[in-house]
Every structure is written in structure tokens, then in C-alpha cells.
């Protein structure tokens, strides 16, 4: 059974950090990249992030590039996302997926296709 279950969300005041965990079980994460998406109530899901050790390549939106970075540890089978200088418009339930993500150009925007999914994991950055 392939499962996916994010953790580390929270409160955090404006300006502060968290670290989310993604820990996976019932496959490998060296086999996929694993992606940072968040959706907020009423809004489209956002892609943040996409790590893909196959490729040693790491993806960002531009609404977190420069204050995080995801990481792996394959010998845990868990993806992380640090998040820095967090703001109250980072108010929303992250998740993260498995699949793969790429980018045609350097700069451009990158794709991705996601075949499993976490439940998420709540963050509240209050105003």
C-alpha cells in the first residue's frame, strides 16, 4: 500500500519557519519526485516545489524561491520543505505527491504529474 503522510504544520507568526516532513512508505523515494503543492479554501492548488533525486534537480515557485528549499533523505524515505520568512498569504494545507516533475528550460516553468498523494498537513500564518 502506497502512502503518503505529511507533517510539521502549524502556527507560526509572521516571519517565522517550519520545516513540513513528507514520509513515505510502500515505495522507495528514489524511484520519484516528490512535490510540495498547498491549496487554501476557495483557491486553486498551488505548485511550491519538486524535488527529483533520479535527476539530482530541484523545482520552486516563484511565491517561495529564496526562502525554501526542499531535501530528502531516501534512508528515511522522507521528503522535507523548509519554509522561511513566512507570511500570512502562506495560510493554507500543504501536501506533497509522488510522481515526476521537470523543466523544459532553465528558469522556465516546470511540470509535473503526480500519482499519489498525501491527506496534508494544515499551516496558519496569521496576519
Known amino acids: 500500500e502506497v502512502q503518503l503522510v505529511e507533517s510539521g504544520g502549524g502556527l507560526v507568526q509572521a516571519g517565522g519557519s517550519l520545516r513540513l516532513s513528507c514520509a513515505a512508505t510502500?515505495?522507495?523515494?528514489?524511484?520519484?519526485?516528490i512535490g510540495w503543492f498547498r491549496q487554501a479554501p476557495g483557491k486553486e492548488r498551488e505548485a511550491l516545489s519538486c524535488?527529483?533525486?533520479?535527476?539530482?534537480?530541484?523545482y520552486y515557485a516563484d511565491s517561495v524561491k529564496g526562502r525554501s528549499t526542499i531535501s530528502s533523505d531516501n534512508g528515511k524515505n522522507t521528503v522535507y520543505l523548509q519554509m522561511t520568512r513566512l507570511k500570512p498569504e502562506d495560510t493554507a494545507v500543504y501536501y506533497c505527491?509522488?510522481?515526476?516533475?521537470?523543466?523544459?528550460?532553465?528558469?522556465?516553468?516546470?511540470?509535473?504529474?503526480?500519482?499519489?498523494w498525501g491527506q496534508g498537513t494544515l499551516v496558519t500564518v496569521p496576519p
Open positions: 505527491a509522488a510522481g515526476f516533475c521537470a523543466q523544459e528550460s532553465a528558469l522556465g516553468p516546470w511540470y509535473y504529474g503526480m500519482d499519489y
Open positions: 524535488i527529483s533525486d533520479k535527476d539530482d534537480r530541484t
Open positions: 510502500g515505495f522507495t523515494f528514489g524511484a520519484y519526485a
